[in-house]
């Protein structure tokens, strides 16, 4: 079957040879037969990469440790579920599955831009089959997810066990779909640049595309925070990784771009600003797969190997000098038909928003190429830690909520003074409500916090007053019932209001980060059975050493070998609050030198965090026991010595039972943060609103709503 | 198993052969077609009309948000009265400019004015 997957790999690498020069042709010589038998090259493209894929998940599910990356990163222990994502796991997995996304993505751009743009769209699928190139001859000459060894190990060596995570299966393709359709967006853009026609068109083709490589890679960045807070025993959710910086860069100036390509859509402007936009997201989104495929930097994310550092690099080069070309090349093309009618308009706004956006962009992307930049320039490798990141990107941040609540209640080209303040006045209100309230509960120590809460509550405030007076609106308009001209309200103008649900999101996100940032009780320490103490208002007691053996008693379901961990009793007051059940997994290394019991749990060990979540605050847990003890250590050495491997298991029971009846000191961290769920909720707001935001409005309702604008223009210019 | 594979890599290639060839093939007939009929063949050269069209429909759906959107402002309290009445004008005002531009392109092409006005 590798034969397959690797001729699949070849073919793909033809066809897309053939694609690039077919289109360009095409184009050139105004042959458009050539330009359709390229674009459909893509849909054969996604063809044999989908063959491609579906050999190598096979490969995975039915243990084919023939494969190398099988063997590297799949074990018969490693539970089913997790095979199937252990195709990502790798790095010729993960390079497999960007180019298949990749082509199923160009397929259906072009399928949707088949009647339109065709020279915009010849030179855009050039460029994405160039994409899909790359990524193709990268897994063919660098790094072959079909490589094999024969005779085939017995046994592979198991999937990295801090993968083995429920939101892993869906993290790396959520993620990896963002970055992919960042880059059609950019092919469309460098094909409306070499065609020079950067008219509306294009901006409306490639919006959905847009939003949809923002939403995707919002949610990977949203459950990839969520991995690292419930899987990772660090205790956060977010710690300024360069992997975890690489996918929001694209995001931010994606933002950005859906921001201010309004304006362009409306006024005419922005034109070389959002070109500029949509080339820099594309390439931030090749970046980003840089940082993660190349290993230049320290990651948990970092897949090791720098082999594919150089073939980057270039590619990136390419980008940046090409998109500079364009850009100065047609900046005739680029120029803006209108100006800004008055600095107290949504446009300003947006353009104020823009700014911040980029700006945020910029400092993140500083400090995480830092250390590249630094070890150029002084031959000494050095970085920059959260502090600094949060030093900038905290006053931003806070300026950004703001915005998003300024924003709604001004109006486009021009507003008054008058009117702003009138709309201000119930927004403003609330802030300096909630800002009394929080002062008077003891928040002002905490100024950021503070600021932040007030935004927040600012801009709840003016989303709800602008849902409130469109539906009133729409009631008196259509005489309908509130929450049917609620319903009509946002069906009927889903971008602003689908918008305003984002902002929403934000702010929750935004009131859920500062919480639990600044208000967060943080221990660690070793505790006896027995012991107790204080974090926070609550009180936690180790109550009882706890272990469990793969595979029935397994509570995590991630295959390890032997879990061991303690239940932990939190009251509050001598009221009972809730029991902590944290562990710590053992996992097989495969390692004989480690011996025959040895290698069953000498392994990475992953922390098995235990949370109490709730809405105003959430109790987190994890353990470190100590299996080096010499009690537990002289069961692994007696075993080694005399056990065969087949018997080793009955070791790892009686470590177990020796655990629960005379238990170490262990090693605990425990946190109590305020807010942390609605960190989640305002993510899933932010998805949702953007769902509301991206949603095709339905032909007819469109229909209608066209003509019937058509007709009172017309009668109304009659009259004019 | 070998053979298997041969076969089905044989198999992929005849499927992306007539993906691919189909458009090829087709202008290829169309083309004899037309020399056998003594027509001109198709130039297949791209015409300016419908990118031309397309990008006047875009601007037009454009303009009709912009004036649906001021209309909201107005209606939700962002815009006075004036200031609505001189911006929806004036955005009917470009409105008409496309749609004038739209009919022009129709009669250019000969086509039943679809977007007719008054």
Redesign the interface.
């Known amino acids: 079957?590798a034969?397959?997957g690797f001729?699949?790999l070849l073919?793909a690498l033809a066809?897309c040879l053939?694609r690039i020069g077919a289109s360009l042709y095409g184009?050139r010589r105004?042959?458009?037969?050539?330009s359709?038998?390229g674009r459909?090259?893509v849909?054969?493209l996604a063809?044999?990469l989908t063959?491609a894929f579906l050999v190598l998940e096979v490969a995975f599910l039915r243990n084919d440790f023939g494969f190398n990356t099988v063997a590297d990163t799949s074990s018969r222990t490693t539970p089913t579920f997790y095979r199937a994502a252990a195709v990502w796991s790798s790095q010729e997995g993960s390079l497999l599955l960007w180019a298949w996304l990749l082509s199923l993505w160009s397929s259906l751009a072009l399928f949707l831009t088949r009647r339109?743009?065709?020279?915009v769209a010849a030179y855009a699928t050039a460029v994405l089959l160039g994409f899909a190139g790359f990524f193709v001859s990268l897994m063919i000459f660098y790094a072959n997810p079909f490589a094999t060894t024969r005779p085939a190990p017995a046994e592979g060596v198991g999937l990295d066990p801090l993968l083995r995570f429920p939101t892993m299966m869906i993290h790396p393709p959520m993620l990896y779909s963002g970055y992919t359709l960042c880059t059609i967006p950019l092919a469309f853009g460098v094909g409306a640049l070499l065609a020079r026609?950067v008219?509306?068109?294009w901006?409306?083709a490639i919006r959905r595309f847009a939003f949809a490589g923002w939403l995707f890679l919002g949610a990977g960045i949203l459950l990839g925070a969520r991995w690292s807070y419930s899987e990772l025993g660090w205790g956060g959710y977010w710690g300024w990784d360069a992997v975890e910086n690489a996918s929001l860069m694209p995001w931010l100036t994606a933002t950005a771009f859906l921001h201010s390509l309004m304006i362009q859509?409306?006024r005419g402007m922005l034109k070389v600003w959002n070109v500029s936009l949509v080339l820099a997201t594309g390439t931030l989104a090749i970046m980003g797969t840089f940082l993660v495929r190349s290993g230049v930097l320290n990651s948990i994310h970092a897949f090791g190997g720098a082999t594919l550092g150089v073939p980057f690099v270039c590619l990136i080069g390419v980008l940046i000098a090409g998109s500079i070309y364009l850009v100065v090349s047609r900046r005739e093309m680029l120029r803006s038909e209108n100006r800004l009618d008055s600095l107290l308009s949504r446009e300003s706004i947006f353009l104020a928003n823009n700014l911040v956006l980029v700006g945020l962009c910029f400092v993140i992307f500083w400090g995480t190429y830092f250390p590249l930049i630094s070890e150029a320039v002084t031959g000494q490798e050095s970085s920059v830690g959260p502090p600094w990141f949060d030093r900038y990107t905290v006053p931003l941040a806070l300026v950004l909520v703001l915005l998003s609540g300024i924003g709604p209640?001004?109006?486009?080209?021009?507003?008054?003074l008058?009117?702003a303040r009138?709309?201000f006045m119930i927004p403003v209100a609330v802030a300096l409500i909630a800002l009394g309230g929080l002062a008077a509960a003891g928040i002002a120590r905490k100024p950021l916090a503070l600021a932040m809460f007030c935004a927040g509550a600012f801009v709840l405030a003016v989303v709800a007053q602008?849902f409130v007076?469109?539906t009133r609106?729409r009631k008196a308009?259509a005489g309908e019932t509130a929450p049917r001209a609620l319903l009509s309200l946002v069906q009927r103008?889903r971008r602003?209001y689908g918008g305003y649900i984002v902002h929403v999101g934000i702010a929750v996100l935004f009131i859920g980060v500062a919480a639990s940032s600044s208000f967060q009780h943080a221990t660690e320490l070793q505790l006896r059975p027995g012991q107790s103490t204080k974090v926070g208002a609550y009180t936690l007691r180790y109550v009882r050493p706890t272990a469990s053996i793969t595979p029935k008693y397994d509570r995590a379901h991630t295959g390890s070998t032997v879990a061991l961990g303690a239940e932990v009793a939190v009251t509050k007051g001598g009221h009972r609050v809730t029991t902590l059940n944290p562990s710590e997994g053992y996992y097989s290394s495969g390692e004989a030198s480690q011996g025959t019991v040895g290698s069953l749990i000498g392994g990475q060990p992953v922390s098995h965090v235990s949370i109490d979540g709730g809405a105003t605050r959430d109790i987190w847990g994890a353990i470190q026991p100590n299996i080096e003890s010499g009690r537990l250590k002289k069961i692994v050495e007696a075993g080694n010595r005399t056990l065969s491997p087949d018997e080793a298991i009955v070791a790892i029971g009686l470590l177990a039972r020796e655990y629960l009846k005379h238990a170490p000191p262990a090693q605990f961290h425990f946190i109590v943060s305020p807010l942390v769920l609605w960190i989640w909720v305002g993510g899933l707001i932010v998805f949702l609103g953007g769902l509301v935001a991206a949603w095709p409005a339905p032909s007819l309702v469109r229909a209608k709503?066209?003509a019937r604008?058509?007709?009172r223009?017309?009668r109304?210019?009659?009259r004019? | 198993?070998?053979v298997l594979?041969v076969i089905?890599?044989f198999v992929?290639?005849g499927?992306?052969v007539l993906?691919?060839?189909?458009?090829?093939r087709?202008?290829a007939l169309q083309r004899a077609a037309a020399a056998a009929g003594g027509a001109a063949p198709p130039?297949?050269?791209?015409s300016e009309e419908p990118?031309r069209r397309?990008?006047l429909?875009?601007?037009r759906?454009?303009k009709?948000?912009?004036?649906?959107?001021?209309e909201?402002?107005f209606?939700?309290?962002?815009?006075?009265e004036p200031?609505y009445r001189a911006?929806d004008?004036e955005l009917?005002?470009e409105?008409?400019r496309i749609?004038d531009a739209l009919d022009e392109l129709d009669r250019a092409s000969g086509r039943e004015g679809s977007?007719q006005?008054?």
Do not use: Q
Request: aromatic fraction near 4%.
């Open positions: 079957m034969g397959l001729a699949c073919l066809v053939y184009v105004g042959r458009p037969e050539f359709e038998s459909r090259a849909y054969a063809g044999v063959v339109r743009m065709r020279d026609r008219d509306a068109d901006i409306k859509e409306k209640v001004i109006a486009w080209r021009r507003a008054t008058a009117n009138r709309n602008e007076r469109g609106v308009m103008n602003r709503a066209a604008f058509r007709a223009s017309s109304e210019l009659a004019a | 198993m070998a594979i089905a890599v992929l290639i499927l992306i993906v691919v060839g189909t458009p090829l087709r202008a130039s297949g050269e791209t990118l397309a990008e429909e875009a601007a759906e454009a009709y948000r912009e004036i649906r959107d001021a909201m402002d209606r939700t309290g962002k815009l006075s200031d911006l004008g009917r005002a409105a008409l749609l977007e006005i008054g």
